[in-house]
T-cell receptor
Framework: EAQVTQNPRYLITVTGKKLTVTCSQN?????MSWYRQDPGLGLRQIYY???????DKGDVPEGYKVSRKEKRNFPLILESPSPNQTSLYFC???????????????FGPGTRLTVL | AQSVTQLGSHVSVSEGALVLLRCNYS??????LFWYVQYPNQGLQLLLK??????LVKGINGFEAEFKKSETSFHLTKPSAHMSDAAEYFC???????????FGTGTSLTVIP
């Protein structure tokens, strides 16, 4: 089954304790992205990657890191989480063509993170 | 950067009534346009998209949207609401030469029996 998986689905942590949220897709998609969803703000793009070893900042990258060492995986790293990073996080992937981002994004189930 | 405006964070309709969810974008060059739906405790799934060609786009579950360049709009409609349509709806755009997606703030649709 074609899918995007995220782990963990729920996480409660404390300020300053490094954490990683994993994301994996089995559709051989070039484009992968992380979003955070907050009430009243919709989805905001944190980082995106157009292919292996190619990553770039989205609209809200502060406090986050990513890496893309393999095509299927795109982990999100919070080196020193703070309470304002409490949010619902989504990973998504999409096949990218030379014509731009006109293909459907496939979303993971989400990771609900609480930072105390 | 693009901005996407969804008018009305909450919309309530009666079952069987018309659904109209509004979306406007800011780009002077028509972007690619998408509507996604999010059911409770789930990820987003694509309802429909506009890339080129016919400006009236049909999607899943009886939804459709019309791209109006002069109004920079991409409003979502469904002739007759069903209880199962209750969800959050997001309009999104990507620029034709860009690498980012931009989402609106979402509209929560309630369907009243």
């Amino acid at each position: 089954e074609a899918q995007v998986t995220q782990n963990p689905r729920y996480l409660i942590t404390v300020t300053g304790k490094k954490l990683t949220v994993t994301c994996s897709q089995n559709m051989n998609h070039e484009y992968m992205s992380w979003y955070r969803q907050d009430p009243g703000l919709g989805l905001r793009q944190i980082y995106y990657s157009m292919n292996v070893e190619v990553t770039d900042k989205g609209d809200v990258p502060e406090g986050y890191k990513v890496s893309r060492k393999e095509k299927r995986n795109f982990p999100l790293i919070l080196e020193s989480p703070s309470p304002n990073q409490t949010s619902l996080y989504f990973c998504a992937s999409s096949p990218r063509t030379s014509g731009g981002l006109y293909n459907e994004q496939f979303f993971g189930p989400g990771t609900r993170l609480t930072v105390l | 950067a693009q901005s996407v405006t969804q008018l009305g964070s909450h919309v309530s309709v009666s079952e069987g009534a018309l659904v109209l969810l509004r979306c406007n974008y800011s780009s002077s060059v028509p972007p690619y346009l998408f509507w996604y739906v999010q059911y409770p405790n789930q990820g987003l799934q694509l309802l429909l998209k506009y890339t080129t060609g016919a400006t009236l786009v049909k999607g899943i579950n009886g939804f459709e949207a019309e791209f109006k360049k002069s109004e920079t709009s991409f409003h979502l409609t469904k002739p007759s609401a069903h209880m199962s349509d209750a969800a959050e709806y997001f309009c999104a755009v990507s620029e034709r030469a860009g690498n980012q997606f931009y989402f609106g703030t979402g509209t929560s649709l309630t369907v009243i029996p």
